[in-house]
């Protein structure tokens, strides 16, 4: 990706779409009938961890668009499966315990994000979109981790 490339209006728009589960679950578990709050809660870590899932797959799209070779290469395939062994791994802990992980790890995968994007350009309409996407889906995930 070039970072002066123009950035996608429907990137924007599903990447908001995105956190609809994120927030409407989170809020649904704090706000709901007691009855939904196992659903809301479970419902939603499995959503974070699928979301996990996602965002390493980025890193495996960017390195097969540019071709990438040698270290970088290792670096970029190897980051872009972690998040998805991070995100089913959670599973595996009680739900309060997997919304917590999976809000860390969202962060930790923006802050790779960051330091990637000083070895292989990418717009900076996207880094902005991620840390509004992160800011959020984390929230969203330790806020409910709380309940």
């Keep these: 990706m070039n970072a002066a490339a123009p950035f996608a209006p429907a990137a924007a728009v599903l990447g908001a779409a995105g956190l ?3 927030i409407a679950l989170a809020a649904l578990a704090a706000l709901g009938p007691v009855t939904w709050y196992v659903y809301s809660l479970t419902a939603l870590s499995q959503y974070g961890a699928v979301i996990l899932t996602f ?3 980025l890193h495996w799209g960017y390195a097969l668009q540019r071709g990438a070779r040698g ?3 290792w670096l970029q395939y190897g980051f872009s499966v972690v998040p998805a ?3 089913w791994a959670s599973l595996f802990f009680d739900v309060w315990t997997a919304l917590r992980m999976q809000a860390v790890a969202l962060l930790g995968c923006y802050a790779f994000d960051l330091a990637m994007a000083r070895v292989v350009p990418v717009p900076a309409a996207f880094l902005r979109l991620r840390a509004v996407l992160t800011v959020t889906g984390s929230a969203s995930l330790l806020l409910a981790s709380l309940l």
């Design 20 to 22: 609809l589960p994120f």
């Design 55 to 57: 965002v390493g797959a």
């Design 71 to 73: 270290q970088t290469a």
């Design 85 to 87: 062994l991070l995100g």
